[in-house]
Structure formats: structure tokens, C-alpha cells
């Protein structure tokens, strides 16, 4: 065995749980995506790096807002061990949250939030604009944001609308307003009042650490902080640093251990057929000398010779 991508099992950073097998379907059907234990997704278990690897950045979290929550973030936030951590959706669905309201009218004051967290909502608001602008006022001056969106470079920002609702829903999901973003959202962003700057799990891990914990290489989350005339960072192809080549040697050395402990199952296998073959040849043997010597017996009682049994 010579690569990670030859290792059997995947590794969870949600539940921190090494699986033996691969990871369940995903939404839609989309292959070896949920962690079979806790249930989290490629973007679940990449924003686990994130908060780890962003740790120090955020190292004393006073508010915590976390928009549209599911149980495998909650877990991960109450790591960060905020003083007040608040889940909030505007409540068309039945997850569990502490405040029902809009993104794009958040219920709180200006700079007032440590860490926002909002994944996979902006493609639903029509005005997204909105939106980021409110995720804008309510960070502290050296907050953090981290937004995930489904992008699609060079894609349209809107729907097809020559498309029906049918053809809709089947590229673009249930929804029929949700948007796939294009390069321009970045620039709506920016306009808004935010300085960002684009991380995704290859750049920031490699592909051996994003075959490990089966992410999605280049589904990018953006980290974005409170500052006005901020400029649109320029795109620049992902390269290894040093936590990617850190990465690297650790995941080799675990492939590398892997290899040797399967010839070693092997080399046990082949030495227990070895054994079972030998002990096979040890039973016959003591049954043609267990006859044999029954013959011998038989010739005394009877008078006759070995030659004659």
C-alpha cells in the first residue's frame, strides 16, 4: 500500500471517531458523505478543523452567533466553552434554537458578536445584500464570520429562469429560490463591509487530509472580519504549507503502518493455514501409526507376523 487513498477507514473530526467502513450516503445519494456515528457532513467535519485551527484567533468567545444550527455545530461550538452561545433560524423548519429571526434583521446590537457562523442560508435569501450587511454590524471590531455558501465559479448567481420548477429542483435542490453563487459573490461581500479571505479544505490541508476525513476539496468557507474598503483578495491556486506537509508525513506514516499491519495479517494467515496443514499431516500420521500398531496386537493374539497382518 502506497497511498492514504488505499486506507480503508476515514476519520470523523466532528465525533473524533476513526470508522472502520466508509461513510454513509449523503444528501441526495452523494457517495461516502455522513459519518455513520454522529451524522456529520464533508462541511461538519472541515469547520471542525476550522474552529480548531482558528482557536487562537478566537481564544476568548464572549457571544457566539450560530445561524440555522444542527446538532453536529452545536457540539462543536460548546468546545469553544462561549459565555453565551445562541442558535438562531427564522423557524421554517423544526430544528432546536433559542431565538427565532431573520439574518437579514439579526435581533442584536452593534458590534456584539465574538463569532458568527452561518452555512449554507445566504443562497436562500433573495437579497443577500441584506444579509451580509447585518452580519457586518453585529461582529465586534476583530470578530470572526464564517460563511459557507454552495459555490460554483463562473456559474450564474441566480437561477436559470428559462428553467422549470421541475428542472429547477433537480439542479438546484428543494428550494426553489436557492441560488448557486458565482464569482460575484465575494464582491456583494465586500461591498457590504467585510474584509474575507477564502479557505478551502485542500488549500488549507492537502489532499491527503482531505482524503482522510473525505472532504469536499475545494467547497470553500469564508472567513470574514468588520472592515470597510476592504478589497476582493485576488484567486491564487492552492500550494503546500506547513501544516499541509506536517499533514502529509503524519497520514504517510499512518498508510505506512497500515501496509504493515496488513502484511502482518497476512504473514498470520498463511502461518495458520501452515499450522492447520501440519496438524492435518500430524493426525494422519498418528492414525497409520495408530493402525499400524492395532495390527501388530491383532498378530500377536492370532500368531501371525507383521508380514501377514
Request: aromatic letters at 6%; charged letters at 30%.
Amino acid at each position: 500500500m502506497t497511498s492514504l487513498s488505499d486506507y480503508p477507514r476515514r476519520y470523523c473530526s466532528v465525533c473524533r471517531s476513526v470508522v472502520v467502513k466508509k461513510f454513509k450516503p449523503g444528501p441526495r445519494g452523494r457517495p461516502d458523505a455522513r459519518c455513520p456515528k454522529c451524522g456529520s457532513l464533508e462541511r461538519h467535519r472541515f469547520l471542525a478543523v476550522l474552529l480548531d485551527v482558528l482557536g487562537p484567533m478566537v481564544p476568548d468567545v464572549g457571544v457566539l452567533v450560530d445561524v440555522a444550527p444542527s446538532p453536529q455545530t452545536t457540539e462543536l461550538f460548546e468546545r469553544l466553552e462561549p459565555r453565551l452561545h445562541t442558535r438562531i433560524d427564522i423557524g421554517f423548519d423544526n430544528r432546536s434554537v433559542d431565538i427565532l429571526g431573520s439574518l437579514t434583521a439579526l435581533p442584536y446590537r452593534d458590534d456584539s458578536a465574538d463569532l458568527l457562523v452561518c452555512y449554507h442560508v445566504l443562497e436562500h435569501i433573495p437579497d443577500d445584500r441584506d444579509a451580509m450587511a447585518e452580519i457586518a454590524r453585529v461582529l465586534k471590531p476583530g470578530g470572526l464570520g464564517l460563511l459557507q455558501v454552495p459555490f460554483r465559479a463562473g456559474r450564474p448567481t441566480d437561477e436559470d429562469p428559462s428553467a422549470g420548477k421541475e428542472e429547477r429542483i433537480e439542479r438546484f435542490g428543494r428550494h426553489d429560490h436557492v441560488r448557486f453563487y458565482g464569482d460575484d459573490f465575494e464582491d456583494r461581500l465586500v461591498e457590504s463591509g467585510l474584509a474575507i479571505q477564502r479557505v478551502t479544505p485542500l488549500g488549507l490541508l492537502g489532499p491527503e487530509m482531505v482524503t482522510w476525513l473525505r472532504l469536499s476539496p475545494d467547497e470553500a468557507v469564508w472567513l470574514v472580519r468588520p472592515v470597510a474598503d476592504a478589497a476582493v483578495p485576488a484567486y491564487s491556486p492552492p500550494t503546500g504549507t506547513a501544516l499541509t506537509s506536517t499533514l502529509d508525513a503524519a497520514l504517510e506514516q499512518l498508510a505506512l503502518q497500515h501496509g504493515k499491519l496488513l502484511r502482518a495479517r497476512e504473514r498470520i494467515e498463511e502461518l495458520g493455514r501452515e499450522n492447520a496443514r501440519l496438524r492435518e499431516e500430524q493426525g494422519r500420521s498418528v492414525v497409520t501409526a495408530g493402525r499400524t500398531a492395532l495390527r501388530r496386537a491383532a498378530g500377536r493374539v492370532t500368531g501371525r507376523n507383521d508380514a501377514d497382518v
